[in-house]
């Protein structure tokens, strides 16, 4: 008697648990995903690392690489832009926080647009003249 009083469910200790036929078991890895850790903080850590990315202050082309700018603008215009080889270094404002950064790219002018301020390349890409900071005229194409 007194062993029933320290185990009053021994008889039952070991009988198989009767599983439900009419549904399908968990699997081991869908049972183990339950109790995985919650993620109370979803996007911060992205967050962390758009803060931390770095950009580019931009700095105002002062007043002598404004007027080289403008010659060879004006190089490029009297020349017959269309089809001239050119490499532009411009700052491209970052579309997520201040700054941005500067770029360089090497194209075929198509235009030089003076009413919308911009020059456009083969390839589709407006360039703000605002932005450009130097411009390169290849001498042969």
């Known amino acids: 008697m007194e062993k029933k009083a320290e185990f ?23 049972r183990a995903a339950q109790f995985g850790s919650f993620a109370a903080l979803t996007g911060h850590e992205e967050a962390i690392w ?19 700018l403008n010659q060879k603008l004006q190089i490029l215009m009297e020349q017959g832009e269309r089809g001239k080889q050119v490499e532009i270094t411009y700052f491209e404002p970052d579309v997520r926080k201040a700054g941005g950064s500067y770029q360089v790219i090497i194209g075929t002018l198509k235009k030089v647009d003076m009413v919308m301020h911009e020059i456009i390349l083969t390839n589709g890409l407006h360039i703000f003249m605002e932005r450009i900071v130097n411009i390169e005229i290849a001498e042969k194409n």
């Open 8 to 30: 009053p469910y021994e008889d039952i200790l070991e009988t198989d648990y009767p599983f439900p036929t009419n549904r399908v078991r968990m699997s081991m890895h869908d």
């Open 50 to 68: 758009e803060t931390a990315r770095y950009t580019s202050v931009w700095v105002e082309p002062d007043e002598d690489v404004k007027e080289q």
